[in-house]
């Protein structure tokens, strides 16, 4: 099973809202990813976790908030965010990456609308 | 220069057609090579990987990777109309953190 589950699979928020967008898989992978991914473009790396520990930040604005929870958790808070904001946020894992197994599964992504 | 180039299309082919999709890059350090098929608004969906240079199959696809040209294809044979998605290829350096570098994926149809 090759599965990366993602809730909601949509979210329309406010600017002066707060929302999480989560992320769960049960594959045994020890690292976690968030991407963002904007209409026609490819996915663009915001966050990596190994080990439950965050190794990137592909610098991105603080109202962005990862959190990993456990080893099959990945959370992402959301604050005070701009309609620019507005994509697909795709979560990805994969094995432990230091003794092979570098391919990425991802999740269906949440379509995320910031009004 | 991007890292990694691959022509957006779209392309368009009848059924039963072969697809030739491929993505030259610039970063001799890439080992690792991926390609995805993403349906419109859905997640990407990982359908081949590759370490090293040569040929894998599975089913009707074909992933080949030329490390020498820095070139990188798909091949889809028998194409079918679900076929028509975007096609994004993916590559890695194995060095510590994971960190993928995407083409910009093409758009392929498959007309029946």
């Known amino acids: 099973d090759t599965e990366v589950t993602q809730t909601p699979k949509h979210l329309v928020m406010g600017m002066t809202n707060k929302k999480s967008l989560k992320c769960e898989q049960h594959?045994?992978?020890?690292?976690m990813y968030w991407y963002k991914q904007k209409a026609k473009k490819p996915p663009e790396l915001m966050f990596v976790?190994?080990?439950?520990?965050?190794?990137i930040n592909e610098s991105v604005p603080s109202r962005f908030s990862p959190e990993c929870p456990n080893s099959s958790l990945l959370n992402l808070h959301l604050h005070a965010l701009q309609p620019e904001d507005s994509a697909l946020y795709l979560c990805?894992?994969?094995?432990?990456?230091?003794?092979?197994?570098?391919?990425?599964?991802f999740g269906p992504g949440t379509r995320l609308t910031v009004t | 220069q991007k890292e990694v180039e691959q022509d957006p299309g779209p392309l368009s082919v009848p059924e039963g057609a072969i697809v030739s999709l491929n993505c030259t890059y610039s970063?001799?350090?890439?080992?690792?090579f991926m390609w995805y098929r993403q349906y419109s608004r859905k997640g990407p969906e990982l359908l081949m990987y590759?370490?090293?240079?040569g040929n894998k199959e599975d089913g009707r696809f074909t992933a080949q990777v030329d490390k020498s040209s820095k070139y990188i294809s798909l091949f889809i044979r028998d194409s079918q109309p679900s076929d028509s998605a975007t096609y994004l290829c993916?590559?890695?350096?194995?060095?510590?953190?994971?960190?993928?570098?995407f083409g910009q994926g093409t758009r392929l149809t498959i007309n029946p």
């Open positions: 970063n001799s350090a890439f080992q690792y």
């Open positions: 990805a894992s994969s094995q432990f990456i230091l003794a092979g197994g570098y391919e990425q599964y």
């Open positions: 590759t370490y090293s240079s």
């Open positions: 993916a590559m890695s350096i194995i060095q510590g953190a994971q960190k993928l570098v």
């Open positions: 594959m045994g992978h020890r690292a």
């Open positions: 976790y190994s080990y439950e520990k965050l190794s």
